[in-house]
């Protein structure tokens, strides 16, 4: 048998571990390519090269994150993240508060926001639409944007929530229409 090889991320983690990076960033740029909104491999392409993007035509998420922490007053981080507790992309405000552990809160928020979606199924009163959480040190808004993923905000109890829950609104099909 000859020929080109099967293209897989297991292939492009194979040259990666064995030392040829620029072999397996390029699998996962062929992978993108045929899966644009394919999160985990954004994922992976932007943690083997931070420094160099996606490539072009790639929506870089980041992007619409940045937007929302730098447009809503208070805001300290805004996430891409999977019902699983895993975060695709995430954009931090520059002020972020060293005792402030935001990604691990948005973690267990994630499971909490599953248990709520399917209690919402399960009463049928409809799909989530968002959810805010209220503490004393931080405010969390978490809005479902598919059945896999949403967005997570945190952000300082006199922040703008208002502003916040807008840009998390119209945001949110950007993101859909990404990731499909």
């Avoid at 208070?74 to 935001?102: N, Q, V, W």
Wanted: proline share 4%.
């Amino acid at each position: 048998m000859s020929g080109s090889p099967i293209i897989t991320a297991t292939l492009a983690e194979l040259f990666i571990k064995q030392g040829h990076l620029e072999k397996g960033i390029e699998i996962y740029r062929q992978l993108l390519a045929k899966e644009p909104g394919n999160a985990g491999y954004i994922k992976r392409l932007r943690e083997l090269s931070p420094e160099r993007g996606l490539g072009e035509g790639i929506m870089d998420f980041r992007e619409h994150l940045n937007g929302i922490v730098n447009s809503v007053e208070g805001c300290l981080l805004c996430t891409l993240m999977g019902f699983d507790g895993i975060e695709i992309d995430s954009a931090r405000a520059k002020e972020l508060p060293d005792d402030y552990d935001l990604p691990s809160v948005l973690i267990e928020y994630a499971g909490l926001l599953s248990k709520l979606k399917a209690s919402n199924m399960n009463l049928m009163v409809g799909g989530l639409k968002e959810y805010e959480i209220c503490s004393e040190k931080a405010i969390a808004l978490l809005r479902p944007i598919n059945d896999e993923y949403f967005i997570g905000m945190t952000m300082t109890p006199g922040g703008n929530i208002g502003k916040g829950r807008y840009m998390l609104r119209i945001t949110a099909p950007k993101f859909v229409e990404e990731l499909s």
